[in-house]
């Protein structure tokens, strides 16, 4: 293979981004692809043949710091194409454009599809009929005027609870499902149709149910082997069963507690063991029967839950309206739009006022969205409203968009982060619709960030089980340049140094012993003859710390921070790191001792904290030694062992800094006052020190 590869296998889809300029373009990158790269040329394309001038380009991005980082891309490429075009030419109508745009730069329309949407609406408040001097609510900040809101509704229905309030309020932790179910409603209330709700008969369905599990525990007592796992399910839904026959005997049924303890139940880690080896489990009974019985059980109590929580989801979903309308009109007194707002707001004005969005569609036109996989319903028919064709249409199902004035970029297997309201299934329609009406499909394959055995690795791992069926169909991935040359490898399976527990492999035993193996063979790629190639630069260089990153899938495991041990075997080699997002930083040793330190310092009648401070690394005073000072003493104070009148003399002296005169008395007279009179100074010492590790 050569050391680049220059003819790639998307040249015409490249090609076509930036020369078929009246074509609606859907295009389909995958990460590392160069798709901002083309959008941007498509950008400066439209510019330079006068198709379009920036002020009337628009380009959503998802989030406002990329839409700066686009920014500054587009600077850069727009002067380059500037100087290129007056080297040609100077006086040509070329160079004036891309002059032109340069000059419309920072109030060009780049940015989220919230930003952009919050413009129009501040330019339109009488039409869209809303505060000319609205305020966008942060997500936090729309989050408290739910959580006031909330708390009101909640007080307001415990005195009369509906149906499903009172059947939510039996389970673990109602308030907080209450919370999140509301919540939910609120982040898709520009849903109004009404839920279906199936008939269904829940006090018949409990009972079927715990006649399911009567039978399947009644095979419990014909277990071989009291102590087999499979048994022991049995006998605990034997007892169970039990206790309820013994409440049921003195209160009839409550079917609301039944749904919630069900609910727990289906939760019982028993579930999911087998018991022993053995093909038998009782007398002419064989476990596999037993399992099958089981699993039956497990799959009735499923169904039953499903359908009870279907309509559970009904019930609340007309209780809940009020706390809608609550937070609704909470957002309405203090003159807030929250981003849900901006967008049905914003397409509520584009279809409802013809005169404005006429005026839209004419202001505006071209259209360049990135990241189109995260899009929800509103965003679409925003786009296809100002896109439309027919300044007429006010449907945007059945707009169409006027050739060239749309361009997409998304990346559907990211699709699977279903950020706000995202969905596969809508970015897969919107894309069929488009490419009926003619639209044309293009697909950027070549990766710029790794190498071919890295890209095949992905290819192997990814094409067979990425077939659509509801999720993104798979594009492989093509190379760009060469592989590192041997024996460097591209791709490594570190092995776990001791994976085996008491009983085989366990992941407490991979927890305990890959940290070191991972540090040790971080240490091997920073300290051999390893390399890498930097963006920009075509010559390889030898790898440094900035090069290897480390992922988790987690950062907690039962409470304990899976980093730590990292990060301890980074720090015993001497390998510079950065951690982002580990949770032990006030769990660490030396942090511990220096906030112990600062509480010492401002509080030094705390004899916990000074003992811990004399103790620590930054002393490492001997127990004997702060016992004999204590009992000399009557007391561990650092000014315990000062007559009184010397002592009285540091107490009232001034602090190094405060006077003039300060500066000229004698150091012991002015270092004690500094660490017991500046309280405020020792706490801000304490911020800057969690500062200072919450960045590192």
């Known amino acids: 293979?050569?050391?680049?590869?220059?003819?790639?296998?998307?040249?015409?889809?490249?090609?076509?981004?930036?020369?078929?300029?009246?074509?609606?373009?859907?295009?389909?990158?995958?990460?590392?692809?160069?798709?901002?790269?083309?959008?941007?040329?498509?950008?400066?394309?439209?510019?330079?043949?006068?198709?379009?001038?920036?002020?009337?380009?628009?380009?959503?991005?998802?989030?406002?710091?990329?839409?700066?980082?686009?920014?500054?891309?587009l600077r850069t490429e727009l002067e380059r194409a500037r100087q290129?075009?007056?080297?040609?030419?100077?006086?040509?109508?070329?160079?004036?454009?891309?002059?032109a745009a340069l000059g419309e730069l920072e109030v060009a329309r780049i940015g989220s599809i919230h930003s952009f949407c919050a413009d129009l609406l501040r330019e339109r408040p009488i039409e869209a009929r809303i505060d000319p001097l609205f305020e966008v609510a942060a997500e936090d900040d729309s989050e408290r005027i739910y959580n006031e809101a909330f708390d009101r509704w909640l007080q307001m229905t415990l005195g009369a609870p509906g149906d499903g309030v009172r059947r939510l309020l039996r389970r673990k932790a109602p308030t907080e499902q209450l919370r999140r179910a509301g919540w939910a409603l609120v982040d898709r209330r520009d849903f109004t149709g009404a839920w279906r709700r199936d008939e269904f008969d829940r006090d018949a369905a409990i009972d079927a149910v715990?006649?399911?599990?009567?039978?399947?525990?009644?095979?419990?007592?014909?277990?071989?082997?009291?102590?087999?796992?499979?048994?022991?399910?049995?006998?605990?839904?034997?007892?169970?069963?039990?206790?309820?026959?013994?409440?049921?005997?003195?209160?009839?049924?409550?079917?609301?507690?039944?749904?919630?303890?069900?609910?727990?139940?289906?939760?019982?880690w028993e579930w999911k063991q087998n018991g022993g080896r053995s093909r038998t489990f009782g007398k002419d009974l064989l476990r596999a029967d037993v399992v099958l019985r089981r699993d039956a059980t497990r799959s009735a109590l499923e169904a039953f839950l499903r359908a009870a929580d279907a309509d559970l989801a009904a019930r609340l979903h007309a209780e809940l309206t009020p706390l809608v309308t609550a937070y609704e009109d909470a957002k309405g007194r203090t003159g807030r739009l929250d981003f849900l707002d901006l967008l049905a707001k914003t397409r509520d004005l584009l279809r409802d006022d013809p005169r404005v969005r006429r005026e839209m569609q004419q202001r505006f036109t071209h259209f360049f969205v990135d990241e189109f996989q995260d899009t929800d319903p509103l965003q679409v028919e925003i786009l296809m409203l100002l896109c439309a064709d027919d300044p007429a249409c006010a449907d945007p199902t059945?707009?169409?968009?006027?050739?060239?004035?749309?361009?997409?970029?998304?990346d559907p297997k990211q699709a699977?982060?279903?950020?706000?309201?995202?969905?596969?299934?809508?970015?897969?329609?919107?894309?069929?619709?488009?490419?009926?009406?003619?639209?044309?499909?293009?697909?950027?394959?070549t990766s710029f960030r790794s190498v071919p055995a890295i890209q095949s690795a992905i290819n192997a791992a990814f094409e067979p089980v990425m077939q659509g069926n509801g999720q993104a169909e798979y594009v492989p991935l093509e190379p760009s340049r060469a592989d590192a040359p041997p024996p460097q490898p591209a791709v490594i399976a570190l092995p776990v140094p001791r994976p085996y527990g008491p009983w085989g492999v366990t992941n407490i035993a991979i927890e305990a012993s890959y940290p070191d193996a991972v540090a040790a063979f971080v240490?091997?790629?920073?300290?051999?003859?390893?390399?890498?190639?930097?963006?920009?630069?075509?010559?390889?260089?030898?790898?440094?710390?900035?090069?290897?990153?480390?992922?988790?899938?987690?950062?907690?495991?039962?409470?304990?921070?899976?980093?730590r041990p990292y990060v301890r075997a980074l720090e015993a080699r001497g390998i510079p790191h950065v951690l982002m997002g580990g949770r032990s930083f006030h769990e660490r040793e030396e942090i511990a001792?220096?906030?112990?330190?600062?509480?010492?310092?401002?509080?030094?009648?705390?004899?916990?904290?000074?003992?811990?401070?004399?103790?620590?690394?930054?002393?490492a005073f001997h127990d004997e030694d702060l016992i004999a000072f204590r009992h000399a003493h009557h007391r561990l104070h650092p000014l315990a062992w000062l007559d009184p009148?010397?002592?009285?003399?540091?107490?009232?002296a001034p602090a190094v800094g405060d006077t003039d005169s300060a500066n000229d008395a004698p150091p012991a007279q002015t270092a004690l006052p500094i660490a017991t009179s500046s309280a405020s100074g020792a706490s801000g010492a304490s911020g800057a020190s969690g500062a200072s590790g919450a960045s590192g």
């Not at 059945?398 to 998304?410: E, I, N």
Request: aromatic share 6%; proline share 2%; net charge positive.
């Open 593 to 619: 001792a220096a906030r112990n330190a600062l509480s010492a310092i401002e509080w030094p009648g705390d004899e916990l904290s000074v003992y811990a401070t004399l103790k620590g690394p930054f002393f």
């Open 645 to 652: 009148e010397r002592r009285a003399a540091l107490e009232t």
């Open 84 to 99: 290129a075009a007056a080297a040609t030419d100077g006086a040509s109508d070329e160079t004036r454009r891309l002059q």
């Open 416 to 445: 699977i982060y279903r950020f706000r309201r995202a969905d596969i299934t809508l970015y897969e329609a919107v894309k069929h619709r488009l490419v009926g009406e003619g639209a044309r499909l293009l697909y950027l394959t």
């Open 523 to 563: 240490d091997e790629l920073v300290n051999t003859a390893w390399t890498v190639r930097e963006r920009g630069n075509d010559a390889p260089v030898r790898v440094a710390p900035r090069h290897v990153c480390l992922m988790f899938r987690r950062f907690q495991s039962y409470g304990r921070d899976l980093t």
């Open 210 to 268: 715990l006649h399911e599990l009567a039978g399947f525990a009644a095979l419990g007592d014909l277990a071989s082997d009291p102590r087999d796992k499979l048994a022991g399910l049995c006998h605990r839904i034997d007892r169970w069963l039990a206790e309820l026959g013994r409440r049921e005997s003195v209160r009839a049924r409550d079917h609301d507690g039944l749904e919630a303890e069900l609910a727990e139940i289906r939760r019982w």
């Open 1 to 73: 293979m050569s050391e680049a590869i220059s003819t790639f296998g998307d040249a015409e889809a490249r090609r076509a981004i930036r020369e078929d300029l009246g074509a609606t373009l859907v295009v389909e990158a995958a990460a590392g692809t160069g798709k901002t790269t083309e959008m941007i040329a498509r950008i400066i394309a439209v510019i330079r043949t006068g198709a379009s001038r920036l002020e009337q380009i628009v380009a959503v991005t998802f989030t406002e710091k990329a839409a700066g980082e686009m920014k500054l891309r």
């Open 398 to 410: 059945h707009a169409r968009a006027v050739p060239g004035k749309l361009f997409v970029v998304g």
